[in-house]
C-alpha cells in the first residue's frame, strides 16, 4: 500500500499517551498546536482517559489502538509481519478519513518500534520521524534505518552518538515540554518546513582533479549543505593526497577510503550510510553543479509517489540527456548563465522517468529507508543506477526528471575506468541485470526495460540493500545485503 506524500494529516504515534509523567501527551499537544492541518494521535498502549486527554481532543482526534483492533493488539508482542501491516493500515485508514497522509511523527519506545516498521512499509514515501525517549539509552541505528527518516532526542547529550556512526540518521534536540523553547525547537525541524540539511556522496577511483572542481561547485551552490562524504575506491596515492587535502581544508569535507577496490556500487553504499542529512544526493566525480541544483531537485518531491529525482545533463544517456547546449563543454564558460536561463523557462517542469543516472541522484529519504542503496554485484560498475531504479518502480515508487535543473558532467571520466573496460562493464552489467530481473536473455541493452516489467514485485526481504552491508562486491566474500 502506497500513500502519496501531499499536505494532509499528521499522524502522530505514542506509546502510552498518558503515562503519569504526561511527557507524551506535551509532546502530542506541541505538534498539535503546530500542524497546521488535520491531526491524529494514535495510542498504541495503555488506556485513553477521556479527561486525560480533554484539551488534545478538542484540537485533534484520537485514537486507542487497543480499542480500535481488540483485546489480540499488543504492540511489544511479537507478531506476524502481515498482521502489523494489517493493523498500521486500519490505524492509518482510521487517522486520515481517506485524505493524504503527509508525514508521521512517532514517540515511541523500543518495545514499539517492530510496529513502527509496519508503518513504515504502508506509508511508504511519507516522512517518519521518530523520537527517542530517555528509557532507550543510545540504541543501535541498523534497526531503526529502514523504519524512520529521522531521530529527535530531547537532550543534546545523545545527538553526537546516534548520528556519528555508520549507519546514520539526521538527529535533532527538542526539549520535552510544550513551552516556548520546545515551540521553537520543532519549528526547525522540517516537518514544520525548518531548513533541510544536504549530505552530498561522492565516490571517487582516480580523476581526483574533477572530484576537487566537483566539491568546489557543491560548497558554492548547494544550500543547507552539512557535509560532502568523498569515499576513495583505493586511487593512487597522489590522487588520495589531493582528496586529503580537501577534508583538512573544509571541516564539511568527509573523507573515507577503500584500501581495496570495492566498485562503484560497494562505495556509494559506505557513503550512504554514513549521511547525517536530511536529504542525501549521489553525484558523479565528473560532474559540476550549477547554482540551486538540490534545492529546485527537492522541489520536485511533491510529485505523485515521488522516490527520486534527477537533472538534464549535457552527455548522458536518455532520457537526461539534453541536446544542443551552449556553454563550452571543456573550460565550463557560460554554464551557470546556462543552466540559470533553463531554469527560469522551465520552471517546475518535471517529467516521470523509467530510470535516473547515479551521475546525479538525489534521494529523498523515504525512498532511501524502502530502497536502501546500490547492489554490488555491478562490479565495478554500470547498471547499478538501473538496478536501483528497477527496485524504485518495484516498490511503487517513481523517478523523476527535473526538466528545470542541469548539470555538466565528463562523460569520458567514468568511475576510473579506462574506455575498453567501461565497455566491458557495461556488456557484464546489462547481463547481470537481465539475470536479476528475469529479462530475456536475447535483450539488447539498447531496447533498455520498462517499470512495468518489475512493478509490484517488491519485497523487502528480497530487494532491499543495506547500505552499511553491502560494503564488497557480491562472489568477493563481502555482504550484499539482498538476494535476488
Known amino acids: 500500500m502506497i500513500l502519496e506524500r501531499e499536505a494532509g494529516t499528521l499522524v502522530v504515534l505514542t506509546g502510552e499517551l498518558d503515562d503519569g509523567t504526561h511527557t507524551a501527551l506535551l509532546r502530542a499537544q506541541a505538534l498539535v498546536r503546530r500542524w497546521p492541518g488535520p491531526v491524529a494521535v494514535v495510542a498504541l498502549a495503555g488506556r485513553v482517559d477521556p479527561q486525560d486527554v480533554e484539551e488534545l481532543s478538542r484540537r ?7 480499542r ?3 483485546s489480540s493488539f499488543a504492540p511489544g508482542a511479537p507478531a506476524e509481519a502481515a498482521a502489523a501491516v494489517a493493523a498500521a493500515a486500519a490505524l492509518l485508514r482510521l487517522a486520515t478519513g481517506g485524505s493524504p497522509l503527509a ?15 509496519a508503518f513504515a512499509d504502508v506509508a511508504a514515501g511519507v516522512p517518519i520521524d521518530l523520537e527517542i525517549g530517555p528509557e532507550a539509552g543510545v540504541p543501535e541505528i541498523a534497526p531503526l534505518w529502514t523504519a524512520a527518516d529521522a531521530l529527535v532526542v530531547a537532550d543534546m547529550d545523545r545527538r553526537y552518538p546516534l548520528s556519528a556512526g555508520s549507519p546514520a540518521l539526521p538527529v535533532r534536540v527538542v526539549p520535552d515540554g510544550d513551552g516556548e523553547e520546545a515551540i521553537g525547537a520543532l519549528a526547525e525541524l522540517p516537518i514544520f518546513g525548518g531548513d533541510e540539511r544536504v549530505s552530498v556522496v561522492v565516490p571517487v577511483r582516480g580523476h581526483a582533479a574533477l572530484a576537487v572542481r566537483l566539491v568546489g561547485s557543491v560548497i558554492e551552490h548547494t544550500a543547507g549543505l552539512l557535509e560532502v562524504i568523498l569515499v576513495d575506491d583505493a586511487s593512487p596515492a597522489r590522487s588520495l593526497a589531493l582528496l586529503e587535502r580537501l577534508a583538512v581544508e573544509d571541516i564539511r569535507v568527509r573523507l573515507l577510503v577503500n584500501r581495496a577496490p570495492r566498485g562503484l556500487a560497494a562505495s556509494a553504499n559506505r557513503g550512504l550510510a554514513a549521511a547525517r542529512g536530511d536529504l542525501v ?14 534545492a529546485r531537485l527537492a522541489a520536485h518531491r511533491g510529485q505523485p509517489r515521488c522516490g527520486a529525482i534527477g537533472p538534464l545533463f549535457n552527455r548522458a544517456a536518455w532520457p537526461q540527456q539534453l541536446a544542443g547546449v551552449t556553454y563550452d563543454e571543456t573550460t565550463l564558460s557560460g554554464l551557470a548563465p546556462f ?13 516521470p522517468c523509467p530510470r535516473l543516472s547515479g551521475r546525479c541522484l538525489l534521494i529523498p529519504r523515504p525512498a532511501l529507508r524502502r530502497i536502501g542503496g546500490l547492489d554490488p554485484r555491478f562490479f565495478p560498475a554500470s547498471f547499478e543506477d538501473d538496478d536501483w ?4 518502480h518495484s516498490a511503487g515508487l517513481a523517478a523523476y526528471r527535473a526538466d528545470d535543473v542541469f548539470v555538466h558532467h565528463d562523460s569520458e571520466a567514468g568511475f576510473g575506468l579506462e574506455p575498453d573496460a567501461r565497455a566491458e562493464a557495461a556488456a557484464t552489467g546489462w547481463r547481470r541485470f537481465k539475470d536479476k530481473w528475469g529479462l530475456p536473455p536475447e535483450r ?7 517499470p512495468s ?25 563481502g555482504a550484499a545485503g539482498a538476494e535476488g
Request: net charge negative; no cysteine; hydrophobic share 45%.
Open 60 to 66: 485533534a482526534q484520537v485514537i486507542e489502538a487497543g
Open 68 to 70: 480500535v483492533l481488540g
Open 103 to 117: 508525514r508521521i511523527y512517532a514517540r515511541l519506545g523500543p518495545q514499539e518500534w517492530p510496529l513502527l516498521q
Open 281 to 294: 544526493a549521489l553525484l558523479d566525480a565528473g560532474a559540476v553543479v550549477t547554482p540551486d541544483w538540490s
Open 339 to 351: 543552466a540559470e536561463a533553463l531554469s527560469r523557462g522551465r520552471s517546475g517542469q518535471a517529467t
Open 389 to 392: 531504479s528497477a527496485r524504485l
Open 444 to 450: 539488447d541493452a539498447r531496447d533498455g526495460w520498462q
Open 453 to 477: 516489467e518489475v512493478s509490484g514485485i517488491y519485497d523487502r526481504a528480497r530487494h532491499f540493500i543495506a547500505p552499511w552491508l553491502a560494503l564488497e562486491p557480491v562472489g568477493a566474500g
